[in-house]
């Protein structure tokens, strides 16, 4: 039995979840409210660095990651560690999302946070009140509980593989699965 969505969990593509912007993918809820849910996507990141994506942005070595189909011209952003960004709204202890983009181009500035602490995203994933619920029930989604040190992962390209294996043993058998089933 996997847990039910909330602000904070995660949500893991089913190996037979076939679209494009969603395969394999692990999905951070940073919103889940009788209004929908926004998330973004944690393991697809881009060739880029923030700094090269906004301009009049400091230098500042953060990838930035595909968030999600809806609004792929949005920029949005996680960091772990304490609340230092006003407007930020905490997801779980010691993750915040958003903020000012203001203090935190003075915060890069003057060097007083880390890029590993942060994820930017080009775009977000997005779905109207109860259809991460019917998704679930056509077994597109699983739901998880995530830590800290997952969705800050250095491997992103294998975090989808090792969350499911960290789930047991039924959930390392869907971790296995070829992607393309017809080569086997």
Do not use: C
Not at 150 to 163: G, M, Q, Y
Request: net charge negative; charged share 25%; proline share 6%.
């Amino acid at each position: 039995m996997t847990e039910k969505p909330a602000t904070g969990k995660i949500l893991i593509s089913e190996p037979f979840l076939n679209d494009p912007n969603f395969k394999r993918t692990i999905i951070l809820l940073t919103e889940h409210s009788e209004e929908g849910s926004v998330g973004f996507v944690m393991n697809k990141p881009t060739d880029y660095r923030i700094h090269e994506v906004i301009e009049d942005f400091p230098e500042f070595d953060a990838v930035v990651y595909y968030g999600g189909p809806v609004q792929l011209n949005s920029l949005q952003f996680i960091y772990k560690g304490e609340d230092l960004i006003d407007g930020s709204i905490e997801i779980m202890p010691g993750l915040y999302w958003g903020g000012s983009f203001d203090i935190l181009k003075t915060l890069i500035s003057a060097n007083a946070v880390s890029p590993r602490d942060f994820r930017f995203f080009l775009g977000y994933s997005g779905w109207v009140d109860g259809q991460i619920d019917d998704e679930i029930k056509i077994n597109s989604w699983i739901v998880s509980r995530t830590t800290i040190e997952n969705i800050f992962s250095a491997e992103p390209d294998k975090l989808w593989r090792e969350t499911l294996k960290s789930m047991g043993k039924k959930f390392a058998l869907l971790a296995s699965f070829p992607e393309n089933p017809s080569v086997n």
